[in-house]
C-alpha cells in the first residue's frame, strides 16, 4: 500500500522559507513520480512541482519558478520542497502525490493523473 506522509506546514511570514517533506512508503521509491499540489479553499488541487526520483529530474512551473525547488533523498524514500520568498497568496494546504513512472506526468499529469495522495499539510504565510 502506497503511503505518503506530509510535515514541513505552518505559519510564517512573507518573505520566510519552508520546507516541505514528503515520506514515501510502500512501493518502490525510483519507480515512481512524486508531485506537490496545493488546494486554495474551494478549488481543485494544482500541481506545483514534480520530481523523478530514479534520475532526479524535476519540473517546476512557472508560477513558481525561482522560488519553489524539489528535491529528493532516495536513501530516505523522501521528497521535499523548499519553498522561498513566500507570499501570502502561497497560503494553501499542500499534498505530496505519487503516481507509477511515465515520461509525461511530471510536466502535464493533473490530480486525476496521481492515484496516491498524502493527507496534506497547511502552509499559511502572514502579510
Known amino acids: 500500500e502506497v503511503q505518503l506522509v506530509e510535515s514541513g506546514g505552518g505559519l510564517v511570514e512573507a518573505g520566510g522559507s519552508l520546507r516541505l517533506s514528503c515520506a514515501a512508503a510502500g512501493f518502490t521509491f525510483e519507480d515512481y513520480v512524486v508531485a506537490w499540489f496545493r488546494q486554495y479553499p474551494g478549488e481543485e488541487p494544482k500541481g506545483i512541482s514534480c520530481?523523478?526520483?530514479?534520475?532526479?529530474?524535476?519540473f517546476v512551473p512557472d508560477s513558481v519558478k525561482g522560488r519553489f525547488t524539489i528535491s529528493s533523498d532516495n536513501a530516505k524514500n523522501t521528497v521535499y520542497l523548499q519553498m522561498n520568498s513566500l507570499k501570502p497568496e502561497d497560503t494553501a494546504v499542500y499534498y505530496c502525490a505519487a503516481e507509477p513512472y511515465n515520461d509525461y506526468i511530471c510536466a502535464e499529469g493533473t490530480r486525476s493523473d496521481f492515484g496516491s495522495w498524502g493527507q496534506g499539510t497547511q502552509v499559511t504565510v502572514s502579510s
Open positions: 520530481i523523478s526520483p530514479r534520475d532526479g529530474s524535476g
